[in-house]
C-alpha cells in the first residue's frame, strides 16, 4: 500500500468510528446508523436514523416494526446538507451499514462519488445501483 492509499485508509476509519458515535443519537432501538458527509477533508453534514423534526422519538411500534417515516441517516445528512447551502459535489459518505435502494437513490442525485460503510444491510440493492452509478464503494470493516 502507497503512502496515499494508507493515508486514505487511516482518514476513511477515522471518519467512519465518528459515525458509529454519531449513530449513538439515535432513539431507534432496532438498529442505530450514523453517517458523515465528508469534502475536502471536513465534515459538511451529518445524520442519524430517526423520525422527522417535530415528531415523538420513537421509532418502532409496539410490535417492534420500524414505523415508515422514520428518515434513514444518510437522507438526514443529505437533506441536511441541502438545507446548509453546501454542495455535497463530489464528496464521500460514511456510514456505519450499507444504503438501501431509496438512499442510494438519494446519494445519486446528491452528487456523491465515493461512500464508506462498515457493515453490509440485508438487502444489496442498493450498493448494486451505486456500482451501476459509477460511485466508489468502500466496505471497511473493522
Not at 476509519?13 to 442505530?32: D, H, P, Q, T, V
Request: glycine fraction near 8%; proline fraction near 2%; charged fraction near 25%.
Amino acid at each position: 500500500m502507497d503512502n496515499l492509499t494508507s493515508k486514505q485508509r487511516l482518514l476513511d476509519s477515522r471518519y467512519l468510528r465518528m459515525a458509529r458515535i454519531w449513530a449513538e443519537n439515535s432513539y431507534c432501538e432496532r438498529r442505530k446508523v450514523g453517517a458523515l458527509i465528508v469534502k475536502d477533508n471536513m465534515i459538511i453534514s451529518d445524520g442519524y436514523n430517526g423520525t422527522p423534526s417535530g415528531f415523538e422519538n420513537v421509532c418502532e411500534d409496539e410490535e417492534g416494526k420500524t414505523k415508515p417515516y422514520v428518515l434513514h441517516a444518510e437522507a438526514n445528512a443529505i437533506t441536511k446538507v441541502a438545507r446548509s447551502g453546501n454542495s455535497s459535489d463530489g464528496a464521500t459518505l460514511y456510514i456505519t451499514a450499507s444504503p438501501c435502494i431509496e438512499c442510494a437513490k438519494l446519494i445519486i442525485q446528491a452528487g456523491i462519488k465515493r461512500i464508506v460503510y462498515s457493515e453490509l444491510y440485508r438487502f444489496h440493492d442498493g450498493i448494486d445501483l451505486l456500482n451501476r452509478a459509477g460511485i466508489e464503494c468502500v466496505l471497511l470493516e473493522d
